[in-house]
């Protein structure tokens, strides 16, 4: 079982870059223009980009012309991300359940789940509570999280993947509260086990983000299913991206 701080020691490891290096820079800006072009923000918008690991997606929203702030836990990532910096893009090491800047930005984003890892309603919370702090009243948060009916219904249990001479066996399960994924990881050129790390993310619906929204003074405004930003349907879609804004 994962431990309490486990995405602090996963989202650090080089293998957690190796694991989702397809993710690429294409398809995040893909997905963020559709984003931006729903949004209409003014150029030179301050945004937050919140778990922003190495920063592909604070990097692609500077040079639409916003200025972009991204925060992680990763010193690592901030690191690497930081050789990018100009003066419309900033990147700092900082855990989001401790509060950054308040009344400053227009705009915060959460992408890809990278929310519901702590082990507590408190801690949540608080990040929201960061997030609502750190706009500006009527501000924009957009989260993406999975949706979790789906994910439970298309769940591949069990798979593998070798990249660079580094095996990957992925198993994945789910309980009332929590989705896991152990990745244990062996070097093919000696066969040992390396590492084995369990990721845990929240079941969380779209009522359980209402809740937590509203308590932090942010009202739901649309829900979109994927990200062509379909319509978002409880059972089938494989997202639940959420747009929020602050109440004065």
Request: proline share 3%; glycine share 4%.
């Amino acid at each position: 079982m994962p431990t309490e701080t486990w995405f602090k020691d996963w989202f650090s490891s080089p293998y957690y870059h190796l694991l989702y290096n397809n993710r690429g820079d294409d398809e995040a800006f893909d997905f963020l223009k559709k984003l931006i072009h729903h949004l209409q923000p003014p150029l030179h918008s301050n945004m937050l980009d919140v778990a922003c690991g190495k920063g592909r997606h604070s990097k692609a929203l500077a040079e639409m012309g916003f200025d972009v702030t991204g925060i992680d836990i990763s010193f690592s990532s901030i690191e690497e991300a930081k050789e990018f910096e100009n003066d419309s893009l900033h990147f700092y090491q900082h855990d989001m359940r401790l509060p950054f800047r308040i009344n400053y930005f227009d705009y915060a984003f959460n992408f890809f789940t990278s929310f519901g890892y702590f082990r507590t309603k408190r801690e949540h919370d608080n990040a929201i509570r960061t997030i609502s702090q750190s706009l500006k009243p009527n501000g924009i948060f957009v989260i993406d999280y999975l949706n979790v009916h789906h994910a439970e219904n298309d769940m591949e249990k069990i798979f593998e993947k070798e990249i660079n001479g580094i095996h990957f066996h992925i198993s994945k399960w789910f309980d009332e509260q929590h989705f896991y994924k152990q990745i244990q990881i062996t070097d093919t050129t000696t066969n040992s086990l390396k590492h084995l790390f369990t990721e845990r993310v929240a079941k969380f619906s779209l009522r359980d983000f209402t809740e937590m929204l509203s308590s932090q003074n942010m009202q739901v405004q649309e829900v979109f299913g994927d990200y062509q930003l379909g319509e978002y349907d409880i059972q089938k879609s494989p997202r639940m991206i959420i747009f929020a804004k602050k109440v004065q």
